[in-house]
């Protein structure tokens, strides 16, 4: 029995009834409006995208795993534009998803952090060779989970300064409600900005110190070794117990390994700042809501003697499901 969607589909020009109308050069299904007239393909989950779904899942999986655009191409079997197209569009879907399910979430123990990254080229060529350029250098992802239900709350993609701390704290005010502790690192502009969002919020700050090498040479990678921790209250009353950030910084391990635009040392680097966003929206929709996490589990399922692993968004109450990426696909196309 055919669906109703493949009977009649609503028209998008005057939202009338339509009827099937023939189908076009590839085959797909064409409709007429019964009050206007004028016709239009059904809505497909790759908008004007002709990729086949398979093969569109099949792409975006190998991304998601970690695969560079290129090794996607030879695999999938797919055009080099195609790939950044159909990334581009579903990241760009899985932004907008991501904004309009998780808004006002009860929380407990939130933790924030940035990751580094840079688009086209690192921030000390750019001002040596291109200080005009305002579209490339260093990149930063500030990000922010809940501590129980390890759920992707809020992120943005920007530079470390005041202005972006500042639009990052207010995604977070959007996405969480009530009263709940705040853990960041020791970066500055966190001071003011995340009690000028969330002025409820009980707020501290885990302040690291690092040694130096006794050759007086910077590390190239990553910072010194840590030598002393100081955890300083900044609004509210925070259990100073619980001032962590570890379970963000292990996240972040999780966005470098499956993030080819994140692995150092090889040329998988984004070369525009809109692709670079797009990638990290599609993977954080995929963690939140596909990817099973090995610490959450359903206490309700048991298989044998183990406990079913649950995703983020099962954990917040956001799924009552795994999601497939096929489904992640379809659930993020447009109303």
Known sequence: MESPIATSVACPSCKATSRKFGTNRCGSQRFQCLACKKTFSAPT????MRLPLDVAVLALQLIIEGNSLRSTTRI???NLRTAIDL????????EAMLEGRIRGLPVVDVQCDEIWSFVGMKEKTRLRKHPELVDAGDCYCFTAIER????MLAWHVGIRTPEDTACFADKLAVAT????????????????????????ADFA???????????????KYSPGEVTGTVKVPRNGSPDMAKVCTSHVERHNLFIRMGNRRMTRLTNGFSKKWANHAAAFALQFAYYNFCRLHETLTDATKVEGKAKVKTTPAMAAGLADHPWTLEELVRNTMPA
């Open 45 to 48: 989950p790759l908008g004007h």
């Open 76 to 78: 999938a079997r797919v």
């Open 205 to 219: 700050q885990l302040v690291k110190s690092f040694a130096t090498k006794s050759d007086g040479r910077e590390s």
């Open 87 to 94: 990334l581009v569009l579903v990241g760009e879907r899985c």
């Open 148 to 151: 129980e239900t390890k759920l």
């Open 177 to 200: 409600s009530g009263r709940f502790q705040i853990s960041t690192d020791g970066f500055t502009p966190y001071a003011q900005a995340i009690p000028a969002a969330i002025p409820t």
